[in-house]
């Protein structure tokens, strides 16, 4: 077996740690970012199925993916996430534009408009928690749900914590690693 296939560097040592460090650094980051984007999607793909789904005119057709049942009747709802008659519309149509400003305005390199976003989806994230939580006492919340609710949290308040800075300034935080 070849030496230098098992080891790198300068003369057959073994990998230095930092460049460990560097690469898991970046796959965590990438599993963030990776996460964080996919529940801003999925959001936009919910409330799009929520539009598309939901009679409107009928007062009792109620359209929640956050409810508690008992015995099969549903009997608790997460707040800001039932959509209920013209009302509910509504709502869904504000929180399905509000989504889409929020994640156009993350990706801009202003630091401004940037936190705007950022703070927006960092508030669906914690509406979305808020409402597992409350929901989950209620009766049965399948237990991928709850687990949904804090990962989408956790990995949209990651996302905020690394997007905050200035990208220069982070550019710069990473090339020193």
């Known amino acids: 077996m070849n030496v230098s296939s098992v080891t790198s560097g300068e003369e057959g040592l073994p990998t230095p740690i930092w460049r460990v460090i560097r690469i898991s650094v970046k796959a965590a980051r990438g599993v963030i970012l990776g996460g964080a984007w996919l529940f801003a999607v999925l959001s936009v793909a919910w409330l799009g199925v929520v539009l598309a789904a939901t009679d409107w005119r ?32 509504v709502l869904a149509v504000t929180e399905a534009v509000t989504l889409l400003a929020a994640v156009w305005l993350s990706t801009r390199s202003a630091d401004l408009p940037r936190r705007i976003g950022l703070g927006l989806l960092l508030g669906w994230s914690t509406m979305w928690l808020v409402g597992g939580f409350c929901v989950s006492p209620a009766g049965d919340v399948p237990a ?23 990208r220069s300034a982070r550019a710069t935080a990473v090339a020193q690693l």
């Open 58 to 89: 009928d007062p009792d057709d109620v359209c929640s993916l956050l409810s508690s049942t008992d015995g099969g009747a549903i009997t608790r709802f997460a707040w800001g996430l039932a959509y209920r008659g013209y009302s509910g519309c």
């Open 144 to 166: 991928f749900i709850s687990a949904f609710t804090v990962s989408a949290f956790l990995l949209t308040a990651g996302r905020t914590a690394l997007c905050w800075i200035r």
